[in-house]
């Protein structure tokens, strides 16, 4: 067969074709293919989660503060009523000890008693004086509702209106500059559930973080520790928030205990808004249902 018949036959015509596709493959896309393989994070990216034992770990986390004698205080002044809150916070009994007796125990929060500490911290928030309350939006724009906001109307724990406590008492003393401090770092510090910060404490969680801010101030703990803290517990009130706000993360090369909790508080990551953004952008994230709710 001459070479004039070989370049018409069929068949020679569909193996040049087969080989100029895998030297394409080669030379272009193959070789690209090759190169991720050496990197399973960039071929797999959608495959990539956070490592869970680092944001919600089975122990949970151990904060610099401590309850001391919070719990027996509030409900000495009415802002707990005891048996209301036992059973609807279904306390073990460590939580009911630290609630009626107090004592030098660490705040501790993990996957079991986040209820419980979002409560207590809630009771301790809304009883302490604090410029949120006056020059705050709660205290300026909606002074006139202050007492219908979930964080106020919402808190059923108490001996009477809840709004009747709002601000009314030094649990710890907080000098003037210690609540402008309070002030700076709350307004950076945002919660899933809404799009406020915490300088604007309208539901549970907002004037939970508020009170854990107020007790790392008045410890004099650094503002770097002090994000970090909130941070911790907010992974733990939002599982699902904070494991799809670290899968992020991991995928663009930052793991979770190198991140800058200040920034991913802030309204970019934390808010309801900046939150379900980046839930977008990441899809389901499996295990990291729970938390606890907005209410009482």
Known sequence: MNIKAIRNNKIFKAGLAVILVSA??????????VSELKNPTKANKAEVLADKSKVLPDAGFTLSISWGDLGPKLISLGVIDKDK????????SDEEKILA???DVPITINADNGQFVVDLLWAIGLAQKSDAYVK???GTDYKKDVGNFASTGGWTLAKGKAVNYLGKYELFNLTDEQQVRVAEIAKNIYRPCCGNSTWFPDCNHGMAALAAIEMMVAKGLSNDEIYRNVLKLNSFWFPSTYMNIATYFERKGTKWDKIDAKLVLGSDYSSGQGA????????P???????GSCGA
């Not at 809150?85 to 073990?92: D, Q, R």
């Open 136 to 138: 705050g939006p709660m």
């Open 85 to 92: 809150f036992v059973k609807a916070a279904n306390l073990n």
């Open 285 to 291: 994230v499996p295990g990291s249902s729970g938390g």
């Open 24 to 33: 394409a493959f080669i030379m272009g896309v193959g070789y690209q293919r």
């Open 276 to 283: 379900a953004s980046i839930a977008k952008e990441v899809g």
């Open 101 to 103: 007796e107090g004592g």
